[in-house]
């Protein structure tokens, strides 16, 4: 739902602030696919290559305890084993489950050293889990044992290589999954993770895109791409060198704040976000690309950076005004948008943390004009006895929000500062049972033990003796 800026509004400062950074175009609201389940079920399964070892048992049953890459241990007894997997009382299991160490350790105590099948089998599986340097002696030793087995060295190689690529797959699935572990009532559909070809044609689909979306407004300048953007930049090559450094590096720090490990890419393929020097070339974007007539139109105020959600795709688009730090701060407002769209579920936060929670997290980088301003407005009406509940019940869909000069922004940015400056944990749990469906106020007393008034009080005796 387009979160536009209303062309009535006076033209007080903290009302075009409001307008700077208000901006976020919801345009076909979000409907995920359907989850394609957990991460194990939808990785493709491994492809059986490499060396084959049958069925194959122990003279007799030996006693294991080992411990899986996630975390559980198996005890029992094993039966037998062959070139993928063990079988006991425990069941089945897949050698690469094991932890490589614990892998190594296993597959040495039950093999044959003087069969070279089983030496070309253990360097396999050792450079699918990652263990290069011993994978490297067990095919010398397979070849020193029958130098005919040189000729096979080349294919487990091949192979070796093909099983890597498939554990680093079902590895990265799995920790992406894990992102999403806590929606597990499916309140909220959650984005799919995808497998690597999945991710190679969102990649590629996000690159055609920014070109597409550029040639639409006139722009050609080649996209630079970071580990999580395709920036298209008309600035300054030493500002665009800079940015392309901090954009990242804020990711990493939002991930950070949500809980999540750094490493997970959240986007679709990547998010596209568009530099440019000046107002009219972003406004040319916003016409050209994404049918936007509201920028532009007279009388609704300076914007400065938008973040359109296309389902699955993110895209921010900005344009450097002469306050440099202002700028700097729009685009991460705008971007923790994308971020935040991405996060688990396409759920979205009430609008005093879906704001307040992008102005925070800008603050930590720029300590611009605009969270000076935010600051003072929100610590002048907490004090004059103003209530926060009217602003944590503002919304957007019945154009409460943001409010008289724009009070949403500047309250819901103070109490997003002191949840975080509270209890960063507490606020990380209610933000994902928020993602996970769950209504806002339920999970504020679920994460917080906190009424939605409770919340309001907290805060106001937060900031009656702090700044
Ligand atoms: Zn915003």
């Known amino acids: ?22 901006a976020v175009l919801w345009q076909a609201p979000s409907a995920p696919a359907a989850p394609t389940g957990d991460a194990a079920s939808s990785a493709a399964p491994a492809p059986s290559v490499g060396t084959e070892i049958k069925e194959t048992r122990p003279d007799k ?32 299991i897949e050698w690469i489950e094991l932890t490589p160490s614990e892998f190594k350790r296993l597959f040495d105590k039950v093999m044959d050293d003087r069969d070279p099948s089983h030496q070309l089998r253990f360097a396999e599986l050792l450079v699918a889990v990652g263990l290069d340097a011993p994978a490297e002696s067990a095919w010398r030793k397979a070849a020193s044992i029958d130098p005919s087995v040189k000729s096979r060295v080349a294919g487990s190689r091949e192979a070796a290589k093909a099983m890597r690529k498939a554990w680093l797959e079902r590895e990265r699935m799995q920790r992406e999954g894990a992102v999403q572990d806590f929606a597990e009532d499916g309140a909220a559909p959650r984005w799919p993770v995808l497998t ?66 750094p490493k997970v890419n959240l986007f679709w393929g990547k998010a596209v976000v568009f530099l440019f020097a000046t107002e009219d070339r972003f406004k040319a974007v916003e016409a050209g690309a994404f049918q936007n007539p509201m920028v532009g139109r007279p009388g609704s105020g ?45 759920a979205r936060l009430p609008a005093w943390a879906d704001e307040g929670f992008s102005d925070w997290v800008a603050a930590q980088f720029q300590s611009a004009t605009v969270e000076q301003a935010r600051r003072a407005q929100a610590m002048q009406y907490i004090r004059s006895g103003g ?62 033990g906190l009424s939605k008034r409770q919340l309001a009080s907290n805060v106001a005796r937060f900031f009656s003796t702090r700044d």
Not at 8 to 18: C, F, G, H
Not at 75 to 90: C, I, T
Not at 315 to 325: I, K, L, M, T
């Open 302 to 346: 300076q914007v400065m950076g938008l973040c359109h959600m296309m389902k699955e795709r993110v895209f921010v688009n900005s344009w450097r005004c002469p306050d440099y730090a202002l700028f700097g701060s729009v685009l991460i407002h705008e971007t923790v948008h994308g971020i935040m769209h991405r996060y688990s579920t396409p």
């Open 61 to 92: 049953p030996l006693r294991i305890r080992v411990k899986l890459a996630r975390g559980t241990i198996v005890a029992g007894l094993l039966a037998s084993w062959d070139d993928d997997a063990f079988s006991g009382d425990f069941g089945r």
């Open 1 to 22: 739902m387009p979160n536009a800026p209303n062309p009535r509004d006076n033209q007080s400062m903290s009302t075009l602030i409001a307008m700077v950074l208000g």
């Open 387 to 448: 209530n926060l509940v009217t602003v944590l019940d503002m919304n957007y869909r019945d154009g409460s929000w943001p409010g008289q000069n724009a009070l949403g922004y500047a309250v819901g940015y103070a109490i997003v500062d002191a949840m975080m400056r509270e209890d960063p944990g507490k606020f990380e749990d209610w933000l994902r049972k928020v993602k996970g469906g769950m209504p806002w106020e339920q999970a504020l007393q679920d994460a917080c």
């Open 196 to 261: 690597d070809a999945e991710r190679d044609a969102a990649l590629a689909a996000m690159r055609e895109d920014a070109k597409h979306y550029s040639a639409m407004a006139g722009v050609s300048v080649e996209p630079i791409e970071t580990d999580h953007f395709i920036l298209i930049s008309e600035l300054k090559p030493a500002e665009t060198k800079e940015l392309q450094k901090e954009l990242d590096r804020m990711y990493a720090q939002v991930l950070g704040y949500l809980g999540v490990d």
